[in-house]
């Protein structure tokens, strides 16, 4: 395994690692340890280049310190990716490999699934690194936690926005119907709401339409449809100048990370008079979860502190408001105020 260090100004620790033998390249960053250490999911995912992977493994790391912060976990913030295509065959080599590049850091980050990974690819990490999380058995797949957590902060911000939050009625755009996004759209559905959906995979649109009885439009289609909430539930960035514009709808809560391109665009979201609920507070049920494993929790603890999501957007909306800025700025400020706090604690 070749590992090198890269010196990134507010992360405390960034490599990357790579295996020709196994083809395997990864990235691990590691934002912060100030509550505990850098938990975070492994992206697998064919990136353009190296700087594109590191910029989304920055920003997701980030995130999750914010995210741990918001909800309450000791543990700080991290992530890792991990570049090529996530339809291989060769999973045992390349999770092998990551779970080498995991145990260089020993502790400083540990590894779950994300986008392109699974419990069980993490179970091949696990063979490499005892640094890991939501192994199958115990905490497991953090994504119907978060699409519960999602949905709470959806009727959060429909409370805020409309004064009921009953969404029974109301028309949802979902973008994305993997594992977080599709069981997003069982709730909505169960709670009456009217769904128009886009995926880039025909046969999970599919589904979405046969068993949910879903409007089904084109993924270029998704940002201009005529709703109350958008929910983007695909990759990040999807909020930026040529998308914003395009929105017809009221609010905008998700379960993607790192919604906005740029931090500006939380400003125009909120100039266009749409409710954005910060992606890493509604979307925090997953690493809520993880108190299964680290807190030795039981499940109805943890549900909820799942739910109690809905109470954090709520305060979050109403510091905004206060403040005259916008939501995610107001999740920020939040955010810092509590690692602050705890800092200080602890000198």
């Given at each position: 395994m070749n590992v090198s260090e890269i010196q990134v100004d507010g992360y405390e620790r960034v490599v990357a690692g790579s295996e020709p033998e196994s083809g395997y390249r990864g990235i691990i960053a590691v934002h912060s340890t100030v509550l505990g250490p850098g938990t975070g999911g492994t992206r697998f995912w064919n990136y353009a280049s190296q700087d594109e992977?590191?910029?989304?493994?920055?920003?997701?790391?980030?995130?999750?310190?914010?995210?741990?912060?918001?909800?309450?976990?000791?543990?700080?913030?991290?992530?890792?990716?991990?570049?090529?295509?996530?339809?291989?065959?060769?999973?045992e080599k390349i999770f092998r490999a990551h779970g080498r590049l995991v145990e260089t850091l020993k502790g400083k980050y540990i590894a779950a699934e994300d986008v392109g990974t699974s419990p069980a690819d993490i179970e091949i990490v696990s063979r490499e690194t005892r640094h890991v999380g939501g192994l199958a058995g115990k905490s497991g797949d953090p994504s119907p936690v978060t699409a519960r957590g999602v949905f709470h902060?959806?009727?959060?911000?429909?409370?805020?926005?409309?004064?009921?939050?009953?969404l029974s009625g109301k028309t949802v755009a979902i973008q994305g119907l993997g594992h977080v996004g599709y069981t997003l759209a069982e709730h909505l559905r169960d709670a009456g709401a009217n769904?128009?959906?886009s995926d880039v995979d025909d046969e999970k649109v599919n589904r979405a339409v046969e068993k949910l009885g879903a409007t089904r439009v084109s993924s270029?289609?998704?940002?201009?449809?005529?709703?109350?909430?958008?929910?983007?539930?695909?990759?990040?960035?999807?909020?930026?100048?040529?998308?914003?514009?395009?929105?017809?709808v009221q609010i905008v809560v998700?379960?993607?990370?790192?919604?906005?391109l740029d931090e500006r665009h939380g400003d125009?979201?909120?100039?266009?008079?749409?409710?954005y609920a910060p992606d890493y507070a509604a979307n925090a049920g997953g690493i809520i979860s993880f108190g299964i494993e680290c807190l030795h929790w039981d499940r109805e603890f943890m549900l909820t502190k799942v739910d109690a999501i809905y109470d954090t957007l709520l305060h979050i909306f109403e510091i905004a408001e206060?403040?005259?800025?916008?939501?995610?700025?107001?999740?920020?400020?939040?955010?810092?105020?509590?690692?602050q706090q705890h800092a200080q604690a602890a000198d």
């Open positions: 992977a590191l910029r989304d493994a920055l920003r997701l790391a980030r995130g999750m310190t914010y995210k741990s912060s918001l909800a309450g976990m000791p543990l700080g913030g991290g992530k890792s990716v991990i570049l090529g295509d996530n339809r291989t065959k060769d999973r902060a959806m009727r959060a911000a429909a409370k805020y926005r409309w004064g009921s939050d009953r769904l128009i959906v270029s289609e998704i940002f201009a449809v005529t709703a109350d909430i958008f929910a983007p539930c695909a990759l990040g960035a999807i909020l930026n100048d040529q998308t914003i514009p395009q929105l017809r998700g379960a993607a990370n790192n919604q906005l125009l979201l909120k100039k266009r008079n749409i409710l206060r403040e005259g800025v916008a939501t995610n700025v107001a999740a920020d400020r939040l955010a810092e105020e509590r690692l």
